[in-house]
């Protein structure tokens, strides 16, 4: 079975100051991997996705993720967070066949 | 892009009350999916179907139906809310097959209250 932790469930951080979301996730398979961000009142945006290739990953507004393979993780930073940032971020998971699983958020604060 | 559209963005229903919630998707896509989401909880599977006329239980069916008559539409049934219901829901679409690998595309919610 599939499971995906998110290890904070909030992090605040001032303004322009670098942030690292963690995600660690386990499966037995290959995964593809997933980061989506929901602003106040709206669904789930797509930020970033890990499929192959490059552990590296660049999405949207400047965020970044590293799939490293060894400790099952897919951490998501940005060096320099805007007050737009103030979201809940959600790691996510899918393997094979199976649908997407998801981690239980972490809710970004961005303090001017 | 891709739309996926819920038809209520807040709904308030009362206790015993037939519920449902409607998704609609614009770009064919084979897969459609409801969440609902709660604090500490993130998102969790209610059902999803991969195709007309089919659905498939996720991980938290019970209280819970689906109807899909029409590939472009998927609606969530509550046969009778109850207030551990409350919760805000989710749809999402994909392509199918190994393209569904690619990511899920959602709506933007309703959020629903059961008094």
């Known amino acids: 079975a599939q499971s995906v932790t998110q290890l904070d469930s909030q992090v605040p951080v001032f303004e322009e100051a670098p942030v690292e979301l963690r995600c660690n996730y386990s499966s037995s398979v290959s995964v593809y991997l997933f980061w989506y961000v929901q602003y106040p009142n709206q669904g789930l945006q797509l930020l970033l996705k890990y499929l192959s290739g490059s552990t590296l990953v660049k999405g949207i507004n400047g965020f970044e993720a590293e799939f490293n393979k060894s400790q099952t993780s897919f951490h998501l930073r940005k060096p320099s967070v805007h007050i737009s940032d103030t979201a809940e971020y959600f790691c996510?998971?899918?393997?094979?066949?199976?649908?997407?699983?998801f981690g239980t958020g972490t809710r970004l604060t961005v303090i001017p | 892009d891709v739309k996926v559209t819920q038809s209520s963005r807040y709904l308030v229903k009362r206790t015993g009350e037939k519920v449902f919630l409607e998704c609609v998707q614009d770009?064919?896509?084979?897969?459609m999916f409801w969440y609902r989401q709660d604090p500490g909880l993130g998102l969790r599977l209610i059902y999803f179907s991969y195709d007309v006329k089919m659905k498939e239980k996720g991980d938290i069916p019970e209280g819970y139906s689906v109807s899909r008559e029409k590939k472009e539409r998927f609606s969530l049934i509550l046969e009778s809310a109850s207030t551990n219901q409350t919760s805000m829901y989710l749809c999402?679409?994909?392509?199918?097959?190994?393209?569904?690998?690619?990511?899920?595309?959602f709506g933007s919610g309703t959020r629903l209250t059961v008094v």
């Open positions: 996510a998971v899918k393997s094979g066949a199976n649908n997407l699983f």
């Open positions: 999402a679409s994909s392509l199918g097959g190994s393209t569904a690998n690619y990511g899920y595309t």
């Open positions: 770009m064919d896509h084979e897969n």
